[in-house]
């Protein structure tokens, strides 16, 4: 991704830290080279808080989504809930009823330009999970992955996107309109599950374990 490209940029402007911090602790306080080394430590800091920042507003602001945004949020805490499946369809269809369910994701709020007020709220996260066979939205997470026919991430803007929509746009001339399917694996799956319904979703050390599940 873009932001490990500028971390590794500036380990190679200023030094990796472990090398400054090594180089520091071997020097007495009173060496003039402390005060320098120590300054570049500083930088550093204050340049990967500046990173992570905009690394959370890019994902957050992705047009298409992908499984490696939402990973990264969830790595960095900037989940703020996990809402738990609910069926997407109405109660009238019968044809797809428990067969395709939803599970809203929202983001901890955008960066702030000042840095001291909240900013923007963040678009919310759609995953849907489709199935051949109804099931009820309390067992989906004792499913095995291959139970499930597509698991996709999404904008509300892209919800209903399907292939009448694409042959709608065709038919209008936009011969390039494509929907847009960003596909999500197992084990970020599982994570989902885990966090689904809890108010602590970005707080959750299990969440962002591998193999916790």
């Known amino acids: 991704m873009v932001a490990t490209s500028m971390r590794q940029e500036v380990d190679g402007w200023f030094e990796r830290r472990e090398r400054l911090e090594q180089a520091r602790s071997g020097l ?11 300054d570049r430590l500083r930088a550093l800091d204050i340049i990967d808080r ?6 959370a507003d890019a994902a957050k602001c992705a047009l298409f989504p992908k499984a490696k945004h939402l990973e990264r949020l969830l790595e ?8 738990a499946p609910v069926p997407l369809r109405s109660g009238k269809d019968k ?9 809203r994701i929202q983001p901890r709020r955008l960066s702030s330009p000042d840095g001291i007020e909240d900013g923007d709220r963040a678009l919310p996260l759609f995953v849907h999970l489709h199935l051949s066979r109804p099931v009820d939205a ?3 997470h004792t499913l095995s992955y291959g139970d499930f026919n597509a698991v996709h991430l999404k904008l509300a803007a892209q919800k209903g996107q399907g292939r009448n929509w694409e042959k709608m746009m ?5 011969r ?18 885990a966090l689904a319904g809890r108010d602590d979703a970005s707080a959750s050390a299990v969440a962002g374990a591998p193999g916790a599940h």
């Open 95 to 103: 044809r797809n009823r428990d067969r395709v369910f939803e599970i």
């Open 138 to 140: 309390g067992k989906l």
């Open 170 to 174: 065709h038919a209008m001339g936009y």
């Open 76 to 83: 960095m805490g900037e989940i703020e809930h996990v809402d």
């Open 50 to 55: 500046y990173v992570t920042t905009w690394e």
């Open 28 to 38: 007495c306080a009173e060496d003039p080279r402390t005060g320098h080394l120590t």
């Open 176 to 193: 390039d309109a494509k929907v847009e399917r960003a596909m999500v694996g197992d084990a970020l799956l599982r994570r989902l599950f």
